[in-house]
């Protein structure tokens, strides 16, 4: 093999060990959740109990729930589907049901004992032509349990459907199969901060769903993706690197896999086997460019200004700023970071202002937080939780801070 081929193939091997772009779907590279996973274990061909795994974006949600389904595919009847804006409930199920064949056999002519497919379908079609009722749904779920045992559902972006009826179907249909226990186990996958968001106004359904909440992965779970991650690529890997990823992060897996992607691609083109520390900035400089163009749209529309200004400051400080368990913070707490950012002392109302753009929903700025609570006591969050690693990156590439060094 000549050195062009080696370098092709050592890179094809780091761009398959990392995958920021698209959920983990094989198992022996995903890393952490050990608790959520065996929740879903424990939870899976129990009869009458049903499973929604929740959380901000960003968090995993998919990965887990395609790893999930991998799993359980060794031993029993599973289906995945990614719901879309315009999906009903009648939509959705016509798509899982299509997973589940039917085959009709007949005995061969004559005196052979042998038998031949005479037809094949699938679930879907006993649906017929008309909108599915949850007991409908149920009624051919349970031929399932009648044929093979056990099956395992996954219903993953639950909460795009614009379609109101939709989740109101779905939650009598859960409760429907909880309570006439047909082996059947719904997984919901969707962004909500709570289970009420995705099955608003149905609480009877709640005693037959586990909630299964996805939080920001911890800084062990997230230096697990990076070393088994260089692993499989066959690299090396410097401490300093890894915890420099991991606190750039935030608990999010996505700008993990992105950072060690971009760096173990450039040791690969260096002709080196071993990640190191001064390839932090290198990966965060490719990196930037392959974030996505709504978060980089996010953050040039809050920071563009043709004059000197501190809204990148301010905005790099928010993101700096302490946070409480909820995610939120003060203004007391930019002003602190605001200082160390500037190497200036400002107080509040110098940058008043400035929180009041990014929490508007109107200006320019707006839609980067939301603001709660009452006049001088408000705490501030980000709406979307991809934003703020994208921040921190800019802030290094532009000199603003070394926090991570």
Not at 85 to 114: E, H, K, M, Q, Y
Not at 288 to 310: G, P
Request: with cysteine; aromatic share 8%; hydrophobic share 40%.
């Amino acid at each position: 093999m000549n050195s062009l081929d080696e370098t092709l193939t050592r890179r094809s091997l780091v761009m398959r060990s990392f995958s920021p772009s698209a959920p983990i779907a094989d198992k022996t590279l995903f890393a952490g959740r050990i608790e959520q996973m065996s929740t879903l274990i424990s939870i899976a061909f129990q009869r009458g109990q049903h499973a929604v795994i929740y959380g901000e974006r960003g968090v995993g949600k998919t990965s887990l729930a395609r790893v999930m389904k991998s799993m359980f595919g060794e031993t029993a009847w599973t289906s995945y589907y990614t719901c879309s804006s315009g999906d009903s409930f009648g939509s959705i199920w016509r798509s899982v049901l299509a997973d589940f064949p039917i085959t009709d056999t007949r005995p061969r002519a004559g005196f052979s004992n042998d038998s031949v497919v005479a037809a094949s379908t699938t679930l879907a079609d006993m649906l017929g032509d008309e909108d599915p009722t949850p007991n409908k749904i149920r009624k051919i779920l349970d031929l399932l349990g009648e044929a093979d045992g056990n099956a395992v559902i996954f219903i993953d972006e639950f909460d795009r459907p614009d379609d109101p009826v939709a989740r109101s179907l779905f939650a009598d249909t859960i409760k429907i199969l909880s309570d006439q226990a047909i082996p059947v186990t719904l997984v919901l996958v969707g962004v909500a901060d709570n289970i009420d968001e995705l099955i608003a106004g149905h609480a009877s359904v709640q005693r037959a769903l586990v909630q299964i909440q996805m939080p920001r992965m911890t800084s062990e779970e997230l230096m697990e993706i990076v070393r088994q991650g260089m692993r499989s690529a066959n690299l090396g890997v410097d401490d300093l690197f890894a915890k420099q990823v991991v606190k750039i992060s935030q608990g999010l897996p996505h700008y993990t896999h992105l950072l060690c992607q971009n760096a173990g691609v450039y040791v690969v083109e260096q002709g080196r086997e071993n990640v190191r520390a001064a390839d932090f900035d290198f990966a965060i400089t490719r990196a930037l460019n392959n974030v996505s163009q709504t978060v980089r749209e996010k953050y040039h529309r809050a920071t563009f200004s043709n004059r000197e200004t501190l809204y990148r400051q301010v905005l790099l400080a928010c993101t700096m700023a302490e946070k409480d368990e909820l995610g939120t913070f003060s203004a007391p707490d930019v002003r602190d970071k605001l200082c160390e950012v500037t190497g200036r002392r400002y107080e509040i109302p110098a940058f008043a202002n400035h929180l009041t753009d990014f929490s508007s929903m109107d200006g320019a700025r707006g839609g980067i937080l939301v603001k709660r609570g009452v006049l001088r006591r408000f705490r501030y969050r980000f709406i979307d939780p991809l934003l703020p690693p994208y921040i921190l990156m800019k802030g290094r590439t532009e000199g603003l801070t070394q926090e991570l060094s």
